[in-house]
């Protein structure tokens, strides 16, 4: 992994967690802290959307061909973290904590198989 990667890898995980924690912020009454959340929501969604658009211009100038493995994991990645937040949100918003932990695990572990799919098997 460069180094540059190793970065927008970073930056990308502080950028999610900010996103993530202001929308939980701004969605849970029980916390009362909206106008924070967000504050916090609209910098995580900087740090994204900066992110997005430096990959964009970093692509532009390679005109490399459409890589279709990787819009299939992407588009995988993203199914993986929405089933795991369904199941967050049947625990936590909707009480239906077995099925909730379930259809999470379900998401984890979709998430768990995404690692080999990106970096493959070495003997």
Known sequence: ???????????????G????LGMCMCLLPEW????QGVVITAV????LTALGIAGFVR?????K?????????????????LVMGVGMCMV??????????????VGIVMLVCLVP???GFQK
């Open 117 to 119: 799919m990106c970096l």
């Open 44 to 47: 995580g969604g900087g740090i």
């Open 59 to 63: 692509n532009a100038r390679n005109r």
């Open 92 to 105: 936590m918003v909707w009480q239906m904590m077995v099925p909730g932990i379930v259809v999470g695990m």
């Open 32 to 35: 009362n802290a909206f106008s």
């Open 1 to 15: 992994m460069k180094k540059n990667q190793f970065i927008t890898l970073l930056a990308g995980v502080v950028g």
């Open 17 to 20: 967690l900010l996103f993530a």
């Open 65 to 81: 061909p459409m890589n279709w493995k990787m819009v299939g994991k992407v588009f995988y990645g993203v199914l993986s973290a």
